[in-house]
């Protein structure tokens, strides 16, 4: 099974921060990893799929990159509303799989 | 709009069974494969099966052992998880989500999740 290792596990910025998250897969997955976003109490939400295609009505300032192991999650400019945690996935080979999860905070 | 909405969840003893109801709405349920994720307290998302728009094939976690059953009934625009011999870490919040691609049969090879429920909340405890 193809292990998903997001970094960090928390984080503390100030609104107006770049934020960035990484996610190392356990072997090549290509461009076959996911972002979503879940909020306290909440339903995870999809904001980019395929490395870094928008979902609809997702906010420009998140983006994301990479391909092959390495990929890297992306807040340009971090808002209140930003406050959640963030989980990549990959959907390469099943059983598909997240990552730990990384804790936004705001500072 | 799509919704998704689960129920069946509940405060249960170990060893017992527990069917997970998810009633969708706002998209042709039958066009799309779907999904169970689950989540212990304070932890993160655990991904637990997956099947075909038109039910003929499934796929499990391994770390299940067998315990749990996917499937729908496309009448009733419903997806269920069957839950036998419930375990104390089968404790957390299910989740079902639609598959994002139209029309697949394979699994993996990228896709997303793109709809999800509210979840609901299987609690199990002596």
């Known amino acids: 099974d193809i292990q998903m290792t997001q970094s960090p596990s928390s984080l503390s910025a100030s609104v107006g921060d770049r934020v960035t998250i990484t996610c190392q897969a356990s072997?090549?997955?290509?461009?076959?990893l996911n972002w979503y976003q879940q909020k306290p109490g909440k339903a995870p939400k999809l904001l980019i799929y395929?490395?870094?295609n928008l979902e609809t009505g997702v906010p420009s300032r998140f983006s994301g990159s990479g391909s092959g192991t390495h990929f890297t999650f992306t807040i340009s400019s971090l808002q209140p509303e930003d406050i959640a945690s963030y989980y990549c996935?990959?959907?390469?080979?099943?059983?598909?799989?997240f990552g730990q999860g990384t804790r936004l905070h705001i500072k | 709009q799509e919704q998704l909405l689960e129920s069946g969840g509940g405060v249960v003893q170990p060893g017992t069974s527990l069917r997970l109801s998810c009633a969708v709405s706002?998209?042709?349920?039958?066009?799309?494969?779907m999904h169970w994720v689950r989540q212990a307290p304070g932890k993160g998302l655990e991904w637990v099966a997956v099947?075909?728009?038109?039910?003929?094939?499934?796929?499990?976690s391994d770390s299940l052992e067998g315990r749990f059953t996917i499937s729908r009934d496309t009448s009733k625009n419903t997806l269920f998880l069957q839950i036998n011999s419930l375990r104390p870490e089968d404790t957390g919040v299910y989740f079902c989500?639609?598959?994002?691609?139209?029309?697949?049969?394979?699994f993996g090879g990228g896709d997303a999740l793109d709809f999800w429920g509210q979840g609901t909340m299987v609690i199990v405890s002596a």
């Open positions: 099947i075909s728009y038109e039910g003929s094939k499934r796929y499990y």
């Open positions: 989500a639609k598959r994002r691609a139209i029309f697949m049969l394979t």
């Open positions: 706002g998209f042709n349920f039958n066009n799309f494969g």
């Open positions: 072997q090549d997955i290509t461009n076959h």
């Open positions: 996935q990959q959907y390469d080979t099943f059983p598909c799989s």
């Open positions: 395929d490395v870094s």
